[in-house]
């Protein structure tokens, strides 16, 4: 998904090295999301499907207004909404949160990626799938404190917001910024969008909400995408936004002296696979997954149409 | 509107009620997040529903459906008993001090004059008291018994808080709050905006909700100032521009009427319209009333619109009475409509009763419907199920379905509710065979013309005789259509100060409606459109953001109606001496030698503030009218009606059902359910992430909001059985239905009277044809009765019962 063709990587998945930086002007880029000004209005999810090429299963309602009912792969963005009585005032709040990558400073998805260069992080903060070459593990899925990323049964590649890599690169704001009527999402450098998110939160404190706050979680160094809460001091009740998000010690653990461990796991095994190859002979395809295989393709080919029919 | 969208930044408190701007104007309502963000205004929001715009609203109030007339009534009791008014606004600008002719007055429900058997009143008695010129008399103390102000007074006393809490259902402590934070809006440097929309409209007294917040806003000096007025939200992207060209059974372009039948000729019709100024020097600029009807008739017939033939006056068809919608289908179920022409409607999923509207259509000889969407009004004798259940073999009706270019697709100019037309370009050419509407009915028009010149018939002269000076007679282009509208001289027009001075030379477009003339020299489709193409060129067409003052009025950003006005009335922006009410927002004031400003001046330019010419020019009187004299048929005043079907009785008059004044047909009237067997209260409404009928058809609307659903209290569900989720059936004295239930926090037992009422709530979208999912809709249910007034269906409030069962079989 990514076109990084005039952005520079600054981080990528399970390699040592990082290609050089041509320029190093580039600032932090952030995406403020002001829950307080939001309508829930679903101009984001629509803005993100059209301009992604995207297309969303006609689904059912399950008695929320929720739809999707969860991020896809095809969904990066959604709408969650909870409704919440709040014990202080006795007031019924109806909480409305944009769902969605938040593109962190310390990206859990790209430490836990074992396929190189499969998740890239820009200078400007961009955390960004590359497709062809992800392999599908599902690692990003374990390693994200936000649960974000979905692998695709289509492809078997993983998806999740790009933060509009491409138009940011030409010097456009992310798709559901620009289609957001009431400017709750906005776009631009780290330190204007936290500019702004200071003057929403004194206004939100003299409307009697003395606890707004900026989320923007110290413990995965920071995130490109910030809500405005005026709540900041119960974050979960944004349907499920985790109070501390930490990458899973399991990441960390594997990113560090687990690796070497499993770098002499995987020469063993390979020890291990060439006598079994020599022993028992090579492993063969069974008929039955070749068959799940034609399922998968043909669904595939429903739910997602190929680019061409995209176009239409 | 009487302001515009961008205008909205400045107010200091939005009252949103009988609307939901965030959710079905996401677009505008970001004015809202402006005046918040910026200048700190509150947001209220009074609903049944906690809306999506209360949940960005700084106080939510509820209420229960159809009782906003009760509620607006106690701000104005409240704002009256504490003396929370804006003193020199009303004395100068209202009709407060008018005295009311003695005969009038209100009981039990009922103004004087009440015919029970016609439905109807003789308004004579709700008028000024005269004197010997004919002029209404007055009392500036405000203190005669029979002036406005005591006359409002006495008749709002009753709605006290603990009766608003009483017949709406809401908390006592809730409303004062609502009626205290307007009441800071009676200083003249603090405004408040209303933005309301079909919440209001769609009531058995519709217009009367809409009347109770004006005489608020008057009574606060709110309208004609920046960041106040009366902001219809209009609900369709050209509904404003089908208004102003007079696209009702009883209007003409520009708020002009089309005759009656007791209007037998000309000068009967212009006898009623001498717009008379009843304060002395007033301007009543209805009183050119005859140069832009003849404008018109030149406009539709040209040289064969003469002096000798009262303007081809006989022409125009004389109503009998009015064909709104409903009697539309009502005399189609007679009979006595055969064929119907369905433009850029869905009547079968829109209009209520849909049991009555299936069974009109079956009778008729034939349909056509002219629209871009496959809709189901098109389909209405085709079987799809519980969704559709007809049987096709017993319609003869023949469907003639003509696929029609939208918005996107051709050029023109759009209409938005601040009145700014704007023009816009075709973006892409319409798919398949589709045409534009203009091609169709000039087609249409050119074949009917050429069957009566070859056959004749009994009254061939207004189709052969109507001017089609069209390049291409069987597609007239927009720009032609929109040269028309703005009118030209069709002989020089002079100057009537100075013969000699030749203002518009023959052929030219004209200025603007001060050039219009009832001699005939001048053609004009749609007076209040003067200006807007010019010899200047398309003024709509104009893309220029200058904006001085930040007003958010953008003067040269197209073209609004009047004369480039955007904010009504705009001369009360400033006091009786010219001066600004608020210097920090200045509209139009004196400069000592003319009315300036940042906005046209709605008034004569140089009329001196001595002059004392009142500042609603519009009106004979000059003021706002708090008492509307004879101008609406169920009162002079808003009075609290319960909807036609109630859970309760009408509280201040037990014996009134309904709204005495709105007109009922029989069978609807046998049709209407009690409180005993559909004792839930049921709304409808919009949801944000669909348009109407419309964007079922389109992939991603239908992805973000895919199914049919009601919603209810967790009470309710809790006392009925029903799941969140889970299937439900609900059903009016008309009709059935099945949903899925959205159980929510959102909606609440309202106490009414002192028993928990129970809200369900059922979004409009659903249908039977396009992508989303199959589904009901609610006018299956809604009840056949309109407002007194204008006849629009009581979509907001009416009785159901609902039950938890098994979802419908899908085919």
């Known amino acids: 998904m990514a076109s990084y063709q005039s952005l520079d990587i600054k981080r990528r998945s399970a390699s040592t090295s990082t290609p050089p930086v041509v320029r190093s002007t580039a600032l932090e880029v952030a995406k403020l999301i002001d829950v307080s000004k939001c309508i829930g209005c679903k101009a984001c999810q629509a803005a993100c499907l059209e301009w992604n090429n995207l297309k969303e299963e006609i689904g059912v309602n399950t008695g929320v207004y929720d739809n999707p009912h969860d991020l896809t792969p095809n969904s990066w963005t959604l709408m969650r909404f909870t409704e919440w009585d709040n014990p202080d005032t006795g007031d019924f709040e109806w909480l409305i949160r944009k769902d969605g990558c938040m593109h962190c400073a310390d990206p859990g998805c790209l430490k836990a990626c074992p396929a190189p260069g499969a998740i890239v992080q820009y200078t400007n903060g961009i955390v960004d799938f590359v497709s062809e070459n992800c392999i599908g593990c599902a690692y990003c899925v374990k390693g994200c404190p936000f649960n974000i990323p979905r692998i695709s049964q289509v492809d078997r590649k993983a998806y999740k917001c790009t933060l509009c890599s491409d138009r940011v690169a030409v010097g456009q704001g992310p798709a559901c910024a620009k289609a957001c009527p009431t400017a709750a999402i906005m776009f631009g450098t780290k330190d204007d969008m936290k500019e702004q998110a200071d003057r929403r939160i004194t206004d939100l404190k003299s409307r009697g909400f003395s606890n707004a706050g900026l989320y923007d979680p110290q413990g995965v160094g920071g995130t490109h995408v910030m809500y405005v809460l005026h709540h900041l001091d119960k974050p979960e009740i944004y349907a499920g936004l985790p109070k501390d998000p930490q990458i899973s010690p399991l990441v960390s653990a594997w990113k560090g002296g687990a690796k070497l461990f499993a770098l002499g796991a995987i020469a063993f095994a390979a020890v291990g696979a060439f006598f079994h190859h020599t022993i028992v002979g090579p492993n063969k395809v069974s008929e039955t997954d070749e068959e799940n295989a034609a399922d998968l393709a043909e669904e595939g080919a429903q739910a997602a149409p190929t680019p061409e029919t995209r176009a239409l | ?811």
């Open chain 2, 1 to 811: 509107m009487t302001n515009a969208w961008g205008d909205i930044k400045h107010t200091d408190l939005v009252v949103v009620m009988g609307g939901n701007a965030a959710e079905a104007h996401p677009c505008g309502f970001k004015w809202v997040t402006e005046a918040k963000a910026n200048r700190g205004a509150k947001l209220i929001v009074v609903d049944p529903r906690f809306t999506r715009t209360a949940s960005v609203a700084d106080f939510y109030c509820p209420i229960r459906p159809g009782t906003d007339i009760a509620f607006l009534g106690g701000v104005i009791n409240y704002l009256l008993s504490n003396d929370k008014i804006q003193h020199d606004y009303v004395k100068a600008f209202t009709n407060a001090s008018y005295l009311v002719k003695p005969e009038f007055g209100w009981s039990e429900g009922l103004f004087t004059g009440y015919n029970e058997e016609k439905r109807d009143y003789d308004k004579s008695s709700w008028d000024y008291q005269l004197d010997e010129q004919g002029y209404a008399k007055v009392d500036d103390t405000l203190q005669d018994p029979r002036c406005v102000f005591q006359l409002m007074k006495q008749h709002f006393a009753v709605y006290t808080p603990e009766m608003v809490e009483k017949i709406c259902g809401s908390p006592k402590d809730k409303f004062l709050k609502v009626a205290q934070m307007i009441s800071e809006c009676s200083t003249p440097t603090k405004t408040m905006t209303s933005m309301y929309a079909l919440g209001w409209t769609q009531h058995s007294k519709g217009a009367q909700n809409i009347r109770g917040m004006a005489m608020i806003q008057l009574l606060l000096g709110n309208i004609g100032v920046r960041g106040g007025g009366m902001n219809a939200l209009r609900g369709h992207s050209n509904i404003q521009g089908l208004t102003d060209l007079g696209l009702l059974s009883n209007m003409l372009p520009g708020y002009m009427n089309l005759p009656v039948e007791k209007e037998v000729d000309f000068n009967a019709y212009m006898s009623t319209r001498g717009f008379k100024p009843l304060r002395p020097g007033q301007t009543s600029f209805w009183q050119n009333y005859k140069k832009f009807f003849v404008s018109f008739q030149k406009s539709m017939w040209g040289d064969k619109a003469t002096a000798e033939n009262n303007w081809a006056f006989d022409w125009l068809p004389k109503l009998d009475v009015t064909y709104d919608i409903l009697r539309t289908f009502e005399l189609m179920n007679q009979g006595k409509i055969t064929g119907y022409f369905c433009q850029g409607f869905n009547p079968l999923m829109t209009f209520p009763n849909r049991g009555k509207i299936t069974s009109g259509l079956s009778k008729l000889k034939f349909l056509v419907t002219m629209d871009p969407l496959d809709t189901e009004t098109s389909r209405f004798w085709e079987n799809h199920g519980e969704f559709n259940d007809v049987n096709s073999a017993d319609i003869q009706t023949e469907v003639f379905q003509l696929p029609t270019s939208c918005f996107a697709e051709d050029e023109g100019s759009i209409v938005n509710s601040g009145r700014w037309l704007q023009w816009h370009n075709a973006a892409v050419s319409p798919p398949g065979e589709a045409k534009s509407d203009v091609w169709i009915m000039a087609g249409l028009h050119l074949r009917i013309k050429e069957l009566y010149l070859k056959e004749g018939g009994a009254f061939p002269d207004p189709i052969v005789n109507l001017r089609w000076p069209y390049a291409i007679p069987e597609e007239p282009a927009a720009e032609e259509l929109a040269r028309e509208n703005n009118g030209q001289a069709l002989a020089d027009v002079t100057d009537p100060t100075d013969p000699t001075k030749v203002l518009v030379q023959k052929g030219k477009l004209l200025d603007s409606f001060a050039q219009m003339k009832d001699d005939g020299s001048t053609a004009g489709f749609c007076w209040i459109y003067a200006g807007s193409y010019t010899e200047a060129g398309n003024q709509m067409a104009r893309r220029d953001t200058w904006d001085p003052g930040d007003t958010g009025l953008a003067p040269k950003w197209a073209w609004a109606w009047p004369a480039n006005r955007r904010i009504l009335y705009n001369r009360a922006s400033s006091d009786k001496n010219g001066k600004p009410w608020d210097p920090s927002r200045k509209l139009v004031y004196w400069t000592g030698e003319r009315w300036g400003g940042y906005d046209v001046p709605d008034y004569g330019p140089t009329v001196k503030p001595e002059q004392s010419v009142g500042p609603f020019i519009m009106n004979p009187e000059g003021v706002a009218r708090l008492f509307t004299r004879g101008m609406m048929r169920d009162g002079p005043f808003p009075s609290h009606y319960e909807p036609f079907e109630a859970p309760v009785a009408n509280a201040i008059a037990p014996k009134i059902k309904g709204n005495p004044a709105a007109r009922i047909f029989k069978a609807d009237l046998e049709a209407l359910g009690s409180a005993d067997k559909f004792p839930y209260v049921a709304t409808s409404y919009r949801l944000t992430e669909h348009f109407h009928q419309w964007t079922k058809h389109v992939w991603v609307n239908a992805a973000l909001q895919p199914e049919f659903f009601v919603e209810i209290s967790e009470e309710l569900a809790k006392e009925k059985g029903i799941v969140k989720g889970g299937w439900v059936r609900v059903w009016s004295n008309r009709g059935s239905i099945k949903a899925k239930a959205v159980v929510t926090k959102r909606i609440r037992p309202l106490m009414v009277d002192g028993k928990p009422t129970h809200v369900v709530g059922i979004p409009q979208h659903w249908g039977f044809m396009g992508r989303a999912k199959k589904g009901h809709n609610p006018n299956s249910l809604t009840p056949f009765v309109g407002d007194a007034n204008i006849e629009t269906p009581e979509y907001k409030a009416f009785l159901v019962n609902i039950e938890p069962t098994s979802g419908p079989a899908t085919s």
